[in-house]
């Protein structure tokens, strides 16, 4: 239950959600898109569709979240395992407009932390269009830190925390602070 009182199916992506992406993205605004892609896109291809469901969960996750009022895509969180440093992963969250503000994009990224803790993963980094304030928001929120600036781009690093009792806690060094 979010905190307007609506509720969301959270589920892993699968890969017969292609249909789900293609509507869920056909209803985002041109500057949701934008945000989103860093750039103009108008569709998304079949290819980049089969690329976006067909996850591994493990180096490439995804979830989603459905209207439980209509079972539609309302907002999609993932993270792709960086290649030359295996525990760290970038990140994209995309919330439909009409669902923006009430905090999907947290719990959606919430849940994606946890399965990347999961897999091994101890560092998100975000590559941001540098207006784009509530997703620079969210990230601050949760204690990410300004890890650079490119043209019309903002980058940011979040550091995931093992919580004490977790497998593993003993063998992630534990920040003792975020600086920013």
Known sequence: MLRDGSTVLIRPVRSTDAPLLADGFARLSPQSRRMRFLGTK???SAAELRYFTKVDHYDHEAIGALSAADGRGVGIARYVRDAGDPQAAEIAVTIADDWQGRRLGTELLSRLSERARQAGIHRFTALVAADNAAMAGLLRMLGACLAG????????ELALVIPPGDPGYDQVPQPVSQRC
């Open 42 to 44: 108008t569709t998304l």
């Open 149 to 156: 600036r490119g043209p019309g781009t903002v980058e940011y």
